[in-house]
């Protein structure tokens, strides 16, 4: 595909392998055309590494940050489980929102490995104490039943799954996460974007059919409890819908 902007006649023209279409520049389309390139660009610069949250690295798009806020005051889960800790500013983020809310919430952080210096500053961080952390594979039998036991009985509970994005892993973390899951809530298979990115430099052409979005899809055709849904926006005085987002496809909202 090729873009062809104008900023003098305010057009944008997409040529692809069927022909070619003229946009209005500030049009919706435009505008989507845009993002996606724009996402593409900024993931393979690292943009999302330059941001932390309240003193810890938060290796999030800015966007995907503000949906997934409006989705844990729209559901007010008692627990978040994540999967894959890296250096604690998810796990921040998500104690801090229900520290705001006022709420008893918890979050339990899980990783392969957690290295002592980012398990020391979460440890040490003031909503420390709003945090459980445990050490192993997410998909371990033993793992698995670690968090369970962490989980009060009758919570309302969501689950992100942000550790190896290989699409084999996060089938084994759906099926082994989905049933913490409650109805209304989401389970979360981020970062489905590598099908987007497949082919830039930081890329790898394998990702084009193995990754976290091939997965959530595979999963909800055999789970007619969960639905790929992008939550609704609660606030929207636009013409757009479409997330600028590191998770396409991430969704999977419970049904009854």
Known sequence: MKLHIDTDTKTLVQITAEGERSLSLYSVEAFDLVSDLWVKLGWNAKYSYTFSWLGRPLIQLPEDVMRIQEVIFKVKPD????????HGGSLILYASLFEAMGTMGRVIGVDIEIRPHNRRAIEEHPLSKRIDLIEGSSTAAEIVAQVKERIP????????LDSDHSKRHVADELNCYHDFV???SYIVATDGLMAMVSDVPRGNPEWIYDNPMA?????????ANFVIEQPAWPFNE???GKNISHWPGAWLKRLE
């Open 79 to 86: 627990v978040i489980v994540e999967t894959g800790v890296a």
């Open 153 to 160: 009985e009758g919570s309302k509970v969501l689950v992100i």
């Open 182 to 184: 409650t109805i209304d």
């Open 215 to 223: 997965a959530a899809e595979e999963f909800a055709a055999k789970h």
């Open 238 to 240: 636009s013409e757009l």
